[in-house]
C-alpha cells in the first residue's frame, strides 16, 4: 500500500512482490555505521530492535523519496546532499522507530562561538568541491549527527541548504564581477552542472543566471 515503510534490520532476510505497473518500491538501505553516527551511547543500534512492518512516518517517506530522486537525476546536489538525507534517515529511525523509549541523549547546545566559526570558513573554503557532510563535522571534531543537530538549532538551516546557499550567492558575485561563462561559472562553485545552478538560483534569487548577467551589464 502507499506509503507502508519496512523496517528490516541487517542480516535479515525479506521478500517483497510488486502488483501492477503503477507500483513503485524505494529500497533505502542505510549502512551500519550511520546508525552508530546516529545513535547515542543508550541506543546502540546493536541492541537496540529496528524490526518494524507496514508504518508510516511521512518524514522517512519524504526523505526515501528525496534520495530517489537526487540519484535517478544523476546526483546534481552532490555526495553532501545524500549524506545529509542518510544521517537524517538513520537518526529518525533511530529516534522514532526502536522498541526501547527515553533512551535519546537530545542535544541542547548550539554552535557557537569559534566552532562555528571554524565550520564556515572551512565550507567557504572548498565551495567549488564536492563536500561532504562528514568531512565539515571532521574539520571541528565533531560527528556528522552532532554537527546536522547543533548547525540546524544554531543557523535555522541544514547544512546542506547553507551550502546551496553560499554557492548561489558567490555565483551571482562571479556572473556579475568576471568575464566567465555561465557554465564555468556554474563549475566554479561546485554545482554539478549549468542547469543545476539556474534551479537553485531561480528558486532562491528568483533570477535566472543570464538575467542576473544581464542586470549587470544594464548598470554599468
Same mark, same amino acid.
Given at each position: 500500500?502507499?506509503?507502508?515503510?519496512?523496517?528490516?534490520?541487517?542480516?535479515?532476510?525479506?521478500?517483497?512482490?510488486?502488483?501492477?505497473?503503477?507500483?513503485?518500491?524505494? #529500497? &533505502?538501505?542505510?549502512?551500519?555505521? #550511520?546508525?552508530?553516527? =546516529?545513535?547515542?551511547?543508550?541506543?546502540? *543500534?546493536?541492541?537496540?530492535?529496528?524490526?518494524?512492518?507496514?508504518?508510516?512516518?511521512?518524514?522517512?517517506?519524504? &526523505?526515501?523519496?528525496?534520495?530517489?530522486?537526487?540519484?535517478?537525476?544523476?546526483? *546534481?546536489?552532490?555526495?553532501?546532499?545524500?549524506?545529509?538525507?542518510?544521517?537524517?534517515?538513520?537518526?529518525?529511525?533511530? =529516534?522514532?522507530?526502536?522498541?526501547?523509549?527515553? #533512551?535519546?541523549?537530545?542535544?541542547?547546545?548550539?554552535?557557537?562561538?569559534?566552532?562555528?566559526?571554524?565550520?564556515?570558513?572551512?565550507?567557504?573554503?572548498?565551495?567549488?568541491?564536492?563536500?561532504?557532510?562528514?568531512?565539515?563535522?571532521?574539520?571541528?571534531?565533531?560527528?556528522?549527527?552532532?554537527?546536522?543537530?547543533?548547525?540546524?538549532?544554531?543557523?535555522?538551516?541544514?547544512?546542506?541548504?547553507?551550502?546551496?546557499?553560499?554557492?548561489?550567492?558567490?555565483?551571482?558575485? #562571479?556572473?556579475?564581477?568576471?568575464?566567465?561563462?555561465?557554465?564555468?561559472?556554474?563549475? =566554479?562553485?561546485?554545482?554539478?552542472?549549468?542547469?543545476?545552478?539556474?534551479?537553485?538560483?531561480?528558486?532562491?534569487?528568483? &533570477?535566472?543566471?543570464?538575467?542576473?548577467?544581464?542586470?549587470?551589464?544594464? =548598470?554599468?
Amino acid at each position: 500500500m502507499h506509503g507502508d515503510i519496512d523496517v528490516v534490520p541487517r542480516h535479515t532476510p525479506a521478500r517483497w512482490k510488486l502488483v501492477g505497473d503503477a507500483d513503485r518500491s524505494i #529500497l &533505502l538501505s542505510l549502512p551500519y555505521s #550511520l546508525l552508530q553516527l =546516529a545513535s547515542s551511547p543508550q541506543s546502540d *543500534p546493536e541492541i537496540v530492535s529496528l524490526n518494524r512492518f507496514q508504518v508510516r512516518d511521512p518524514v522517512l517517506e519524504s &526523505l526515501a523519496t528525496a534520495a530517489a530522486r537526487e540519484i535517478e537525476d544523476g546526483c *546534481p546536489s552532490g555526495e553532501a546532499y545524500l549524506d545529509g538525507i542518510g544521517l537524517s534517515a538513520a537518526s529518525r529511525l533511530m =529516534a522514532c522507530h526502536r522498541d526501547e523509549d527515553n #533512551l535519546s541523549d537530545p542535544l541542547h547546545d548550539a554552535l557557537t562561538g569559534h566552532r562555528l566559526k571554524a565550520v564556515l570558513a572551512y565550507i567557504e573554503d572548498r565551495l567549488g568541491a564536492d563536500i561532504t557532510l562528514r568531512e565539515i563535522a571532521g574539520s571541528v571534531g565533531v560527528s556528522s549527527s552532532h554537527l546536522t543537530s547543533l548547525f540546524r538549532k544554531t543557523m535555522g538551516i541544514t547544512v546542506h541548504q547553507h551550502v546551496v546557499k553560499r554557492r548561489v550567492e558567490r555565483a551571482k558575485a #562571479l556572473l556579475q564581477e568576471s568575464k566567465l561563462s555561465i557554465a564555468e561559472v556554474a563549475l =566554479a562553485v561546485g554545482f554539478a552542472h549549468q542547469s543545476h545552478m539556474a534551479r537553485q538560483m531561480g528558486r532562491i534569487l528568483g &533570477l535566472r543566471p543570464r538575467e542576473v548577467k544581464k542586470r549587470e551589464r544594464n =548598470a554599468v
